[in-house]
């Protein structure tokens, strides 16, 4: 990074000690000029301000798919199907017991429940399976249905005092008849037992960036409308961001921004629930079709289109919602791609934490870079490991491999310097293993090596289902 003095930039002790919010540009500045060093030492001291600097954590859930069928075509997906092909499917109710029973056995305490986005299933489906499994798992919240999912469920479900369905997109409907018709099916919902939403489907928010990775699926606008109104529900939520693909710098922190924003409308205004937690991770290329993007080449004197884009959208010279604008100013962009690797995820997970005074948690992501720069994560700003999980179908079918299981998390939290510790969905601590605990009971590592690749295909019928892994937060 080059040098501009970081005091030019913001009162940085300030903002670490929580005195001071970084703006938009500010997390730029820092993002292009401060050393990966001061980044992780700077998230480091404000996550122990916010958490303490003894004990991180962990949760035990299992992510379950229960369809892979879907609407949507996002071009960073290798785990959709049509209905009709011949490896779709909607999971039968024996396979979900058997899958949230094996979960329950190892002391799990959550399920991730999410699609695809199923175009013929009825509100009654939903209704039916989420007091079908509180039933039969009382002990075990349900975290489910992405805001992606909650738009489609308003396009597609027929229920009283709605137009009927029809328009194939929820956003043909004017917004007051949307939000109104997301709020009549989210207490169906919460009433048949649904807990909490998870924050998958948020990649960038950012519209120019959005509808070239997914533009078939939620708005960052209808986005932003299903949280707000499961918070207004008395709903907590997770938040998150994919990237290192065709966005600017620019892009991921106003994606920030925007999220940032509605955290403060949320708390301004005394809603009952909250953002609780955002989680990063860049995005997984192979056999995706983003991933054939051509990569742009970093030796080059181009300069990286999207940087160039998300600055002017930035600076108010180009607006996000005009495609034909966006496609004028600088005709390259969105057709380059910019992996991210492990400085990248970690410059920006570290910038999170400083951008976040007002979200709870900041989760690692180690799925994505590999269970040791994921442990560093908790050196650049996470207090929250995410989950020892039984299985990810979404981010495995683009081919990431990596697998640990609960000794193994807490062995990579201890040897960080911390004590883990079992957490549940709202982050309350379950069991601090702090003189005991999973990883203390192991004799022999040479048998707990991390998988590297369990998930050599996406799975449904219970051929990995002892494998733990984690997962995004999908
Ligand atoms: S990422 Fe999710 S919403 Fe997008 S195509 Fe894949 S399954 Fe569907």
Same mark, same amino acid.
């Given at each position: ?87 779709? #499917? ?12 094996? /979960? ?95 924050? &998958? ?22 986005? /932003? ?30 994606? %920030? ?43 080059? +004197? ?5 940087? =160039? ?41 570290? /910038? ?5 005074? +007002?979200?709870?948690?900041?989760? =690692? ?16 700003? *996470? +207090?929250?490991? &995410?989950?020892?999980? %039984? ?10 491999? #990596?697998?640990? +299981? ?9 040897? *960080? ?29 040479? *048998? ?25 937060? #999908?």
């Amino acid at each position: 990074m080059t040098g501009k003095p970081i005091h030019d930039i913001c009162d940085i002790d300030a903002v670490v000690a929580g005195r001071a919010r970084l703006t938009v540009e500010q997390a730029i500045e820092l993002y292009r000029h401060a050393s990966i060093h001061d980044l992780g030492e700077w998230a480091t001291t404000a996550a122990d301000r916010m958490h303490g600097n003894k004990v991180r954590t962990y949760v035990i859930d299992r992510n379950v798919n229960y369809t892979n069928v879907c609407s949507a075509k996002c071009t960073f997906c290798a785990f959709r199907r049509d209905d009709g092909d011949d490896d779709a #499917y909607v999971l039968s109710k024996n396979e979900l017991r058997t899958k949230i029973g094996e /979960l329950a056995d190892i002391g799990g305490t959550q399920v991730l429940l999410q699609g695809g986005m199923h175009p013929d299933l009825p509100i009654a489906f939903y209704e039916d399976l989420l007091g079908w499994l509180s039933d039969e798992f009382p002990q075990v919240h349900l975290h489910a249905f992405s805001p992606p999912e909650f738009v489609e469920f308003v396009a597609v479900f027929d229920i009283d005092g709605f137009p009927t369905p029809g328009a194939t997109r929820a956003g043909e409907l004017p917004r007051d008849v949307f939000v109104a018709k997301l709020e009549a099916i989210m207490k169906r919902l919460r009433d048949a037992g649904l807990k909490s939403l998870p924050g &998958g489907g948020g990649e960038i928010l950012v519209e120019h960036v959005r509808r070239r990775i997914g533009s078939t699926k939620a708005t960052g606008t209808e986005w /932003l409308d299903v949280m707000r109104v499961a918070h207004q529900l008395g709903m907590f939520t997770s938040s998150t961001m994919m990237f290192g693909h065709i966005e600017g710098v620019a892009d991921r922190f106003m994606h %920030m921004g925007m999220i940032r924003d509605a955290q403060d409308e949320a708390m301004k205004n005394l809603w009952p629930g909250r953002y609780v937690s955002f989680i990063s991770w860049p995005f997984q290329p192979d056999h995706t079709p983003l991933g054939r993007v051509p990569q742009w080449d970093p030796e080059s +004197n181009e300069p990286f289109a999207g940087d =160039a884009l998300a600055d002017a959208v930035l600076h108010g010279e180009v607006d996000p919602f005009d495609k034909a604008a966006c496609g004028l100013a600088h005709k390259q962009a969105g057709k380059q791609l910019r992996l991210a690797g492990a400085t990248d995820y970690l410059r920006t997970q570290a /910038l999170s934490r400083l951008f976040f005074d +007002n979200i709870h948690s900041i989760g =690692a992501s180690w799925v994505t870079m590999g269970p040791k720069i994921g442990q560093l994560g908790l050196k650049f700003g *996470a +207090n929250d490991m &995410g989950s020892v999980m %039984m299985e990810e179908n979404v981010v495995s079918a683009a081919g990431t491999t #990596y697998c640990l +299981n609960e000794a193994e998390i807490c062995r990579l939290i201890r040897a *960080a310097g911390y004590t883990p510790a079992q957490r549940d969905n709202t982050y309350d601590f379950i069991a601090v293993h702090e003189t005991t605990g999973p990883d203390l009971d192991v004799a022999d590592w040479s *048998a707990h090596r991390p998988a590297s690749s369990a998930f050599a295909e996406p799975d449904h019928d219970g051929k990995v289902e002892l494998t733990i892994s984690e997962s995004v937060e #999908y």
